[in-house]
């Protein structure tokens, strides 16, 4: 079955500069999911979507911006990072914004420098 | 706001012993609570979830919760345990009273659980 696809699986950034990551949810999940996971932590919420539009936010800072595009799948931007930042992020979709668990994807590993 | 607690950093079971993760919440509304577990390096994976009905919930590979309204609890279990069940178990969250109104709200998890199952 197909799953969440999530790229690039690994990336490494020196401190100010941009990244971006991307996120392919499963076919037919109009709702997507973006969480930031420190090492030995708690996966943080950082903000959703659902049918294009921004549904919930979290923790995101102000440098990061999500969005989701017309064929469903999300982008993660992220500026002036810092080492903090440093991080899994995982994107997870799910076929029902309530009730519907989420499937998460692989997670991008950022590395900041 | 809604919260999750995982009381326990780490569990021990010898193989073939039940076991049981423990996960409290809190929220304002109505709960949905679901379960997930992450092995080194990899995504979470679903185990099962509450969302009405039957106060016992059976998941995926023999897993099973018991969702306590009074106790707000929902306590991961399963009767027999495997070296292959150890990993790190997250309890989450979601308030049915929902915080944008929207749907999709996010999940509030955990500090997570590491399971160790000793042959």
């Known amino acids: 079955a197909a799953g969440v696809i999530q790229s690039p699986r690994h990336l490494i950034k020196e401190k100010r500069e941009t990244a971006t990551l991307k996120c392919y949810p499963i076919?037919?999940?109009?709702?997507v999911y973006w969480y930031q996971q420190g090492p030995g932590q708690d996966p943080q919420f950082l903000i959703s979507?659902?049918?294009?539009?921004?549904?919930d936010k979290g923790s995101i800072p102000d440098r990061f911006s999500a969005q989701q595009f017309s064929d469903y799948h999300s982008e993660l931007n992220m500026s002036s990072l810092e080492l903090g930042d440093s991080a899994l992020y995982f994107c997870?979709?799910?076929?029902?914004?309530?009730?519907?668990?989420?499937?998460f994807g692989e997670g991008s590993r950022l590395t900041v420098l | 706001a809604q919260s999750v607690a995982q009381p326990e950093d780490q569990v021990n079971v010898a193989e073939g012993n039940p076991l049981t993760v423990k996960c409290t919440y809190s929220?304002?509304?109505?709960?949905?609570l679901f379960w997930y577990v992450q092995y080194p390096n990899r995504g979470l994976q679903f185990l099962l979830k509450?969302?009405?009905?039957?106060?016992l919930v059976k998941g995926s590979y023999g897993f099973e919760a018991e969702f306590n309204k009074s106790q707000t609890s929902f306590h991961l279990k399963k009767p027999s345990a495997l070296v292959s069940d150890s990993a790190l178990y997250f309890c989450?969250?979601?308030?049915?009273?929902?915080?944008?109104?929207?749907?999709?709200?996010?999940?509030?998890f955990g500090k997570g659980t590491h399971l160790i199952i000793q042959p």
């Open positions: 979507f659902y049918e294009k539009m921004q549904s």
């Open positions: 509450y969302i009405t009905g039957d106060n």
């Open positions: 989450a969250v979601r308030d049915w009273g929902g915080r944008s109104g929207g749907g999709a709200d996010g999940l509030t």
């Open positions: 076919p037919r999940h109009d709702t």
């Open positions: 997870a979709s799910s076929l029902d914004p309530n009730t519907g668990e989420l499937f």
């Open positions: 929220v304002s509304g109505n709960p949905y």
